[in-house]
Structures are given as C-alpha cells and as structure tokens.
C-alpha cells in the first residue's frame, strides 16, 4: 500500500509536506473566511465545496505535472510564450472586468486569468536563456538583453491592469538573473532604471489619479478624464492605495473604519488575535473584510491561530524556497536548477508581499496567498508549479552528494 502511494506522490517529499500543509490550512481558513460568500449565497456548504474541488484538482494536476521529466518543458517555452502574448492581448481587448480592472477570460463558461499563465512563461523562458548562455565566468550579456525583452512586453501588457503582478514578475526576474550570474552592471543599471521608473510612475499616478472619485461618482458629480487618465483608468486606484499606506494616522476614536475598510479590520483582526489566536472558524473580522478569503486571508489566519499558527505559514514559504534551493544546487544540468528555483521564488515573492499588506507594512496590491487563497486559475496553475519543483527533484540528473560538498566548499573559499 505504502509503495503504491509513493508511486502517486513521487518527487521531494519535504516539498510534498509543505505543500500538504498549505492546502490543508487553506481549505480551513477558507471555509472559515468566506462567511459574506455563504451569507448571500444562502448555501453554507457551496463555497467550501467548490474551493476544496479546485484544491483537488490542483493536486491533480500537480501529479501530472510533476510526472513529466524536466527536459520536456523545454519544448513548452515557444508555445506558452505565444499563448500568453494572445491572451494578454485578448484580456485587455475583450476581459471581463474583475474589481474595476480587466483580468479574466471567459472561455466555455470558465474563466481564467492570462497574467497567471504569463508568469510561468516568462519564468521558464528566462531559465532557458539563462541556462543557455551560461560560460564558466557567468551568464553571457545578450542573456540578459533577450529576458528583459521578453519580460518587459509580459510586464507592460499585465502592469496595464495589475500593476503589483507586474512588479512582481520583474523582481523575481531579475532575481533569477542574480542566480544566473548575468554581470552585476547590467543588474545595476537595470534597478537605476527601474527606481528611475517607478518615480516617474508614481508622479504619474499622483498627478492623474484622482483619490476622490468615488465620492464624486455617489454624488454625481462628473468625473471626466482626458486621454492619458483613460489609459491609466487603474491610477484613481494606485493614488487612493499609496495616500492610505503613508497618510499618518489618526486618533482612534477619530480613525474613519468604513473609509479604510481592508486596512482597518485586517489590522483590528491582528490585534485581537494574541498568541494562539481564537480558534480555527472563530474569526469576527472576516464578516467585515471584503476580501477576506483573498488578499487579506493572512489577516484572518493571524486572527484565528494567532502569531504561532502566522509564524508557523511564514517558516512553511521559507522550507519551500530552502528545500528548492537545496534540490537546484544539485542539479547536474542548469536549466532544472533556474526553472525550479524561478518558481519557488515566484511563489514566496508573492506569498511575502501579500503578508506584508496584511501587517501593514505595505500598500494594498490585490495579491493572493498563494496556495491559500481562494482562487480559481492562481490555485491550479500555483499547484502546477509545485509539480513542475517536484518533476526536477524526481527527474533532474542530480550530482553527487561529495561534488556538491566539493562545490560548497570552492564557493566558500
């Protein structure tokens, strides 16, 4: 029986267990959060039905995933590379409109979400240059030319309507070129940019984006918007969310609760949760938060099994990224190594992000947790790329454990 199972859940097993764990609390949590779903719904049992099948799923495909050797996903990067351009294109033409941007795509009464997808292309593309173009003294310089062109066309057509994705997907891009040992300069050069932009684009954001339009829109009063404005229909937004992380707080019996709705009951929810927390569906804030079986799903566990049950999440992302690291290090061949550790690093960025906004010590981005969060296409293609670590773990030709000591060593010295 015993063998028989190892034969389903082939690959890490330390990787298997995290990713067991983080299923199993997200089931919890969310069944626990998504009380407002439930309310008006009128249907307790439905939405917890429907997240655990996708969970399912999700394992399933990881299973599947992780059953096809490494090797082959070299031959998936052109086609995912042109699936992702169209639908990003096809999105921002003809998307339904998802918290007053265009995200998702409507495809035989499913939707899906193409930045997702984009992602992992980009992520798999960028470690088959990377791997490519690797010489003893690193990674050569057109490596670093051809990933930025493709990664900047991912980020442009995504960063039109989720901005923070790409962002996101940018950081751990150049990341990935860190490990890959593309010259430093060029890094450098990169993030002087890059801060150059995002000044440039938060100047921008201030100066169109109006952080009242919503209560001129409940008044009726007309808010008309000149062509850029238009374009950048997401800064009314961006400027509401940068105000509220760095305007200084008020008193509290002053502090305007339904004004800074999110924020304020996330925050009330870690206050209230001591160390062990209240109990697993005893939460009292997730009536309140919007969004409290997504973004703000961190709040809600925080709250439910206090600062040990968050620590205990927060070391479960850190496992994972080691146990990657640890898995790429003894990869024999490059291009394993880059795509496993590009994945990991995609999930714990966007896992730690979406916990720094629930602690406050970041802006609101809109990003799930992922492998938590309630979700449809982010938890299935999330579960895939926990299949895509597992197949290199199960497939890659690994190196001996004294040439990895041996390598160690040398790096030390």
Not at 85 to 99: A, K, M, R, S
Not at 177 to 193: D, E, N, T, Y
Not at 303 to 326: K, N, P, Q, S
């Amino acid at each position: 029986m015993n063998h028989k199972i190892g034969n389903i859940f082939k690959g890490d097993k330390v990787i298997w267990m995290v990713f067991f764990f983080l299923c199993m609390i997200s089931i919890v949590e969310v069944f626990s959060a998504s009380s407002n779903l439930t309310y008006r719904s009128h249907n307790y049992i439905g939405p917890i039905l429907y997240h655990s099948s996708t969970i399912i799923f999700g394992v399933v495909v990881a299973i599947i995933t992780l059953n096809i050797p490494c090797r082959y996903f070299k031959i998936m990067t052109l086609p995912l590379l042109a699936i992702s351009l169209f639908t990003l294109l096809w999105v921002l033409v003809g998307g339904e409109t998802i918290n007053g941007a265009n995200r998702v795509i409507s495809l035989f009464g499913l939707t899906f979400q193409p930045s997702e997808i984009a992602k992992g292309s980009v992520v798999l593309a960028s470690a088959q240059i990377l791997s490519a173009t690797q010489h003893e003294d690193g990674a050569d310089k057109k490596a670093f030319k051809w990933i930025m062109w493709i990664t900047l066309v991912a980020a442009i057509l995504i960063g039109k309507e989720n901005l923070s994705t790409a962002a996101l997907l940018v950081l751990v891009v150049i990341l990935m070129m860190f490990i890959g040992r593309v010259p430093k300069a060029l890094l450098l050069k990169l993030i002087g940019i890059l801060v150059l932009g995002a000044v440039f684009a938060v100047s921008a954001v201030m100066l169109v984006g109006n952080s009242n339009v919503d209560e001129q829109e409940a008044e009726g009063a007309p808010t008309e918007k000149g062509w850029v404005a238009k374009q950048l229909h997401r800064a009314d937004t961006w400027k509401g969310r940068i105000l509220s992380f760095f305007e200084e707080l008020p008193p509290p019996e002053d502090y305007n609760v339904d004004k800074n709705q999110q924020v304020a009951h996330a925050n009330i929810a870690i206050a209230s949760s001591g160390i062990i927390g209240k109990g697993p569906g005893q939460s009292v804030e997730r009536d309140f938060l919007p969004q409290a079986f997504s973004d703000f799903i961190y709040s809600i566990i925080i709250e439910e099994l206090g600062i040990l049950g968050a620590t205990a999440v927060v070391f479960l992302y850190i496992i994972l990224l080691y146990r990657t690291a640890r898995i790429a290090s003894r990869c024999e061949n490059n291009f394993p190594a880059f795509l496993a550790m590009g994945l990991a690093l995609l999930l714990v960025v966007q896992a730690t992000f979406n916990m720094m906004v629930a602690v406050g010590f970041a802006p609101v981005t809109g990003q799930p947790l992922p492998l938590v969060s309630k979700g449809g296409t982010s938890t299935i293609i999330n579960c895939a790329y926990i299949g895509v670590i597992l197949s290199v773990s199960r497939s890659a030709k690994m190196k001996g454990e004294k040439a990895v000591r041996k390598k160690a060593v040398s790096g030390g010295a």
